[in-house]
């Protein structure tokens, strides 16, 4: 039902405006309109597709640069560098989890992992002194598709 639908997506934009809050971030329109093509989004995007995917009623660029960089800043988003020096981003949920990814070498699909560096890591930076901390780690491989010999950029087996 069309009803149902705009009472779950406006219960949604609730939530996502209560996060705002939390954060200490500003409830401005660019904030929510990234925030909102974020929450849909089915896998971490550049800037400038979350840009392109916000369709006629786009703030800037340079807008959209500044929300992530807040964003990040606070813990909403985990920014991913997958190699093609094209930073990506991906909603953290409430409880602040993130996902790393496995980057394929040959045909850059990305899947998903269930790793993260222990905690220790980070509380031996902050004994050491270090506040906000934040990580960013991807894993690049050979997706077992590309790893078909017959593929022209399988790389070479002895
Ligand atoms: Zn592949
Ligand atoms: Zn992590």
Redesign the pocket.
Known sequence: MTSDKGSQNSADSQRRQERLRHSGLRNTRPRRHVLQVLAVAEQPLSSREIHSRMGAEACDLVTVYRCLADFERVGLV?RHEFGDSNARFELNDQTGH???YVVCRVCHGKEPMD???PHWLEEELRARGYSDIS?S?EFFAVCPHCRDDSHPGAPQRQ
Do not use: A, E, F
Request: aromatic share 0%; with cysteine; glycine share 0%.
């Open positions: 985990q993130h996902r790393h790793v993260c560096p990580h780690m």
